[in-house]
């Protein structure tokens, strides 16, 4: 025995291809996309595209900007960690040898 709350196989399946009809009726119903509109937010989208490859490039850039830093930074470090070089080292002697010839 069916009841209200409990539909034959047959009734659910024609109330599905019922709502699927009235589904695609008002899709179909539905007016067609202004040209004008579409247009328009089809270069709103491009330049959206535009502006967010500038944002990554200028990011890019500035994140090799600040790498080349830091190894410039890092040279530094590690050439003021090894000391004077061999010519600074030449170049102090002198200094300090015409500095005892002045004095004499």
């Avoid at 009734?11 to 589904?23: C, L, N, S």
Wanted: proline share 4%.
């Amino acid at each position: 025995m069916t009841s209200y709350r409990d539909p034959s196989w047959q009734d659910r399946i024609g109330r599905a291809a019922d709502a699927k009809q009235k589904a695609l009726d008002q899709l179909r119903a539905r007016p067609a996309a202004d040209p004008a509109a579409l247009a328009a937010r089809q270069a709103a989208g491009a330049a959206r595209q535009a502006e967010q490859a500038a944002k990554r490039a200028a990011d890019k850039a500035a994140k090799a900007e600040a790498k080349a830093e830091a190894r410039v930074q890092a040279a530094d470090a590690a050439a003021l960690a090894a000391g004077p070089t061999e010519e600074e080292r030449k170049q102090a002697r002198d200094a300090r040898y015409a500095a005892r010839k002045s004095r004499l």
